[in-house]
């Protein structure tokens, strides 16, 4: 079955630590998106790829780091530079042109 | 800058009544999407709204697009407590798609 596979679900990060989130798609999508969601917030777009070897920053790029060598994998890697990762990380994938989002189940990353 | 603003933000409902979810975005698009989110979870895609007057159901949940006004609405028939989740609108310009902050429903018996 296709679908976007995140991992691990959960992650606990020492301060100064930089750890990685995966995000693996084996639905063809060209475009992968990082989300960052607070406890009763929206979400909020980190970085995003639309071809492979190339990514934009979103609207709070400071403090993360992606790379697009495959077009199946988009990892995050949240640097010590984040001063405030604790959060809910959603991977998601499109079709460029296409209709809507296909989500990832989340990375739940705190900080201890 | 595009943005999206939902409304309300919390909404607590006895099972059996009718409201709606507002959501209002800031520039022009005729791509809008509503997501249902449970506790702890990802995003369910629930409508995919993509031309003026558009209107799409399924089961309890109506959703219609106004371009003109910028608006969609997510209408809730006769809640049930499964209804209860967090509801959020998404606005697609250019492959770059933002949310709005949510809807917490809450359906009480």
């Known amino acids: 079955d296709g679908g976007i596979t995140q991992s691990p679900k959960y992650l606990f990060r020492k301060e100064g630590q930089n750890v990685t989130l995966s995000c693996e798609q084996n639905?063809?999508?060209?475009?992968m998106y990082w989300y960052r969601q607070d406890p009763g917030q929206g979400l909020r777009l980190i970085y995003y790829?639309?071809?492979?070897?190339?990514?934009q920053k979103g609207d709070i790029a400071e403090g993360y780091s992606v790379s697009r060598e495959k077009k199946e994998s988009f990892p995050l890697t949240v640097t010590s530079a984040q001063k405030n990762p604790t959060a809910f990380y959603l991977c998601?994938?499109?079709?460029?042109?296409?209709?809507?989002?296909?989500f990832g189940s989340g990375t739940r990353l705190t900080v201890v | 800058e595009l943005k999206v603003e939902q409304n309300p933000l919390f909404l607590s409902m006895q099972e059996g009544k009718n409201y709606t979810i507002y959501c209002n975005y800031s520039t022009t698009s005729d791509r809008l999407y509503w997501y249902r989110q449970d506790p702890g979870k990802s995003l369910e895609s629930l409508f995919v709204?993509?031309?003026?007057?558009a209107v799409k159901q399924e089961g309890r949940l109506m959703a219609s697009l106004d371009t003109k006004a910028r608006l969609s609405t997510l209408h809730i028939t006769a809640a049930v407590h499964d209804l209860s989740a967090t509801y959020f609108c998404?606005?697609?310009?250019?492959?770059?798609?933002?949310f709005g902050a949510g809807t917490r429903l809450t359906v009480k018996p």
């Open positions: 998404a606005v697609d310009i250019e492959n770059d798609m933002r």
């Open positions: 709204l993509l031309s003026n007057g």
């Open positions: 639905l063809n999508h060209d475009a």
């Open positions: 998601a994938s499109s079709i460029l042109d296409s209709y809507g989002y296909t």
């Open positions: 790829s639309q071809i492979v070897n190339d990514f």
